[in-house]
Nanobody, 115 residues
Protein backbone atom coordinates (compact mmCIF):
# COMPACT_ATOMS: atom_id res chain seq x y z
CA UNK A 1 0.00 0.00 0.00
CA UNK A 2 1.31 3.38 -1.00
CA UNK A 3 1.48 5.94 1.80
CA UNK A 4 0.97 9.57 0.79
CA UNK A 5 1.49 12.58 3.07
CA UNK A 6 0.55 16.08 1.94
CA UNK A 7 2.00 19.31 3.30
CA UNK A 8 2.17 22.99 2.44
CA UNK A 9 -1.40 24.12 2.95
CA UNK A 10 -2.35 27.24 4.84
CA UNK A 11 -4.03 30.63 4.74
CA UNK A 12 -3.17 32.96 1.88
CA UNK A 13 -4.62 36.19 0.54
CA UNK A 14 -6.27 36.35 -2.89
CA UNK A 15 -3.60 36.65 -5.57
CA UNK A 16 -1.05 34.86 -3.44
CA UNK A 17 0.81 31.60 -3.96
CA UNK A 18 1.24 28.28 -2.19
CA UNK A 19 3.24 25.16 -2.96
CA UNK A 20 1.81 21.81 -1.91
CA UNK A 21 3.95 18.71 -1.60
CA UNK A 22 3.06 15.02 -1.36
CA UNK A 23 5.67 12.64 0.03
CA UNK A 24 5.35 9.08 -1.30
CA UNK A 25 6.45 6.06 0.72
CA UNK A 26 7.76 4.18 -2.30
CA UNK A 27 9.00 4.99 -5.80
CA UNK A 28 5.87 4.89 -7.92
CA UNK A 29 6.11 7.66 -10.51
CA UNK A 30 7.01 5.21 -13.29
CA UNK A 31 3.89 3.15 -12.66
CA UNK A 32 1.17 5.32 -11.14
CA UNK A 33 -0.79 8.27 -12.46
CA UNK A 34 -0.31 10.91 -9.78
CA UNK A 35 -2.81 13.61 -9.13
CA UNK A 36 -4.12 16.41 -6.95
CA UNK A 37 -7.81 16.63 -6.10
CA UNK A 38 -9.72 19.03 -3.89
CA UNK A 39 -12.95 19.10 -1.95
CA UNK A 40 -14.66 22.27 -0.83
CA UNK A 41 -17.29 22.24 1.95
CA UNK A 42 -20.58 20.87 0.69
CA UNK A 43 -19.11 19.89 -2.68
CA UNK A 44 -17.85 16.71 -4.29
CA UNK A 45 -14.17 15.98 -4.60
CA UNK A 46 -12.88 17.22 -7.95
CA UNK A 47 -9.79 16.73 -10.05
CA UNK A 48 -7.26 19.56 -10.01
CA UNK A 49 -4.33 18.14 -11.99
CA UNK A 50 -2.73 14.83 -12.96
CA UNK A 51 0.61 13.69 -14.31
CA UNK A 52 1.19 10.35 -16.05
CA UNK A 53 4.28 8.12 -15.83
CA UNK A 54 5.29 9.56 -19.19
CA UNK A 55 5.05 13.11 -17.88
CA UNK A 56 1.84 14.21 -19.60
CA UNK A 57 -0.17 16.66 -17.52
CA UNK A 58 -3.85 17.48 -17.34
CA UNK A 59 -5.55 20.35 -15.52
CA UNK A 60 -9.05 21.34 -14.58
CA UNK A 61 -10.18 24.34 -16.63
CA UNK A 62 -10.56 26.38 -13.45
CA UNK A 63 -6.84 26.15 -12.63
CA UNK A 64 -5.21 26.17 -16.08
CA UNK A 65 -2.51 28.79 -16.33
CA UNK A 66 -2.37 29.23 -12.54
CA UNK A 67 -1.42 25.80 -11.15
CA UNK A 68 1.49 23.57 -12.12
CA UNK A 69 1.87 19.90 -11.19
CA UNK A 70 5.36 18.42 -11.05
CA UNK A 71 7.27 15.55 -9.51
CA UNK A 72 10.74 15.18 -8.05
CA UNK A 73 11.83 11.58 -8.56
CA UNK A 74 14.97 12.02 -6.45
CA UNK A 75 12.87 13.12 -3.45
CA UNK A 76 9.88 10.89 -4.29
CA UNK A 77 7.66 13.95 -4.04
CA UNK A 78 4.70 15.24 -6.02
CA UNK A 79 4.21 19.01 -6.04
CA UNK A 80 1.51 21.51 -6.90
CA UNK A 81 2.52 25.12 -7.40
CA UNK A 82 -0.52 27.34 -7.03
CA UNK A 83 -0.34 30.96 -8.17
CA UNK A 84 -2.92 33.74 -8.45
CA UNK A 85 -5.07 32.01 -5.86
CA UNK A 86 -8.75 32.86 -5.64
CA UNK A 87 -11.25 32.44 -2.79
CA UNK A 88 -12.93 29.69 -4.82
CA UNK A 89 -9.70 27.66 -4.57
CA UNK A 90 -10.41 27.18 -0.87
CA UNK A 91 -10.66 23.45 -0.19
CA UNK A 92 -8.94 20.43 1.27
CA UNK A 93 -6.37 19.26 -1.26
CA UNK A 94 -5.63 15.56 -1.60
CA UNK A 95 -2.79 13.69 -3.25
CA UNK A 96 -3.72 10.56 -5.22
CA UNK A 97 -1.75 7.66 -6.70
CA UNK A 98 -3.62 5.51 -9.16
CA UNK A 99 -2.69 2.28 -10.93
CA UNK A 100 -4.78 -0.31 -12.74
CA UNK A 101 -5.19 -2.13 -9.44
CA UNK A 102 -5.38 0.42 -6.65
CA UNK A 103 -6.05 4.08 -5.85
CA UNK A 104 -4.42 5.55 -2.75
CA UNK A 105 -5.16 8.86 -1.04
CA UNK A 106 -3.36 11.09 1.40
CA UNK A 107 -5.05 12.65 4.43
CA UNK A 108 -5.40 16.05 2.79
CA UNK A 109 -4.13 19.55 3.50
CA UNK A 110 -6.32 22.62 3.98
CA UNK A 111 -5.92 25.60 1.66
CA UNK A 112 -7.82 28.75 2.57
CA UNK A 113 -7.79 31.82 0.32
CA UNK A 114 -9.18 34.82 2.13
CA UNK A 115 -8.43 38.44 2.88
Amino acid sequence: QVQLVESGGGLVQPGGSLRLSCACSIRIFSIYIMGWYRQAPGKQRELVATITPGGSTNYADSVKGRFTISRDAAKNTLNLQMNSLKPEDTAVYYCNAKSTIVSSWGQGTQVTVSS
